[in-house]
């Protein structure tokens, strides 16, 4: 079953609205979760490291400031989107790790459609 | 040089034949890597992980790794339409932080 829960699945909004992206870790802590971006037919990129109780680490030209994460308990990470921008549409997708002896494994959220108008 | 490379393909094989992916990437400090399966519209799946040189198989699956070459490789035997898919190569680089390439498109005729 799903490790990772993100909500929305898909966001229609106009530009100049905000959107907020959940992402949620199913039945362990995750101290650090991910937060992508996916345009279509492009790889996922990192855009930022969400670290719980701490402010969230940007890549290199993600704006902080539109981006906003929010990282308030072990189990829930939020991305708001703030006054999107057509541009801003985009697949964006959470993700956390669970690592073990020897291993770790990255488990993404079912990813969001986000279509600004 | 980007730091996680793939071809992006599309790559045809008949239905049962061998598909092979490859990944090379720069950073020789990567110690754990990844493919990922990612259906249109879908998030990424984990299909395999390697942590140490040699080959990895789990049912159809093998994945290959060369540290001192860099490349990572990923089998599928018995290819299936139901393979068809983009396969994300994606290597730990600088300690920690998740790379993706671009990815591979598979497709498997019937």
């Known amino acids: 079953g799903a490790v990772v829960s993100q909500h929305p699945s898909r966001v229609i909004c106009k530009s100049g609205t905000s959107v907020k992206i959940e992402c949620r870790s199913l039945d362990f802590q995750a101290t650090t979760m991910f937060w992508y971006r996916q345009f279509p037919k492009k790889s996922l990129m990192l855009m930022a490291t969400s670290n719980e109780g701490s402010k969230a680490t940007y890549e290199q030209g993600v704006e902080k400031d539109k981006f906003l994460i929010n990282h308030a308990s072990l189990t829930l990470s939020t991305l708001t989107v703030t006054s999107a921008h057509p541009e801003d549409s985009s697949f964006y997708i959470c993700s956390a790790t669970i690592r073990g002896d020897g291993f770790e494994e990255l488990f993404f959220g079912s990813g969001t459609q986000l279509s600004v108008l | 040089q980007k730091e996680v490379e793939q071809n992006s393909g599309p790559l045809s094989v008949p239905e049962g034949a061998i598909a092979s992916l490859n990944c090379t990437y720069s950073?020789?400090?990567?110690?754990?890597f990844f493919w990922y399966r990612q259906y249109s519209g879908k998030s990424p799946e984990l299909i395999m992980s390697i942590y140490s040189n040699g080959d990895k198989e789990d049912g159809r699956f093998t994945a290959q790794l060369n540290k001192a070459s860099q490349y990572v490789s990923l089998l599928i035997r018995d290819s299936q339409p139901s393979d068809s898919a983009t396969y994300l190569c994606?290597?730990?680089?600088?300690?920690?932080?998740?790379?993706f390439g671009a990815g591979t498109i598979l497709r498997v005729k019937s």
């Open positions: 950073d020789r400090g990567s110690q754990s």
């Open positions: 994606a290597v730990t680089v600088y300690g920690n932080k998740l790379v």
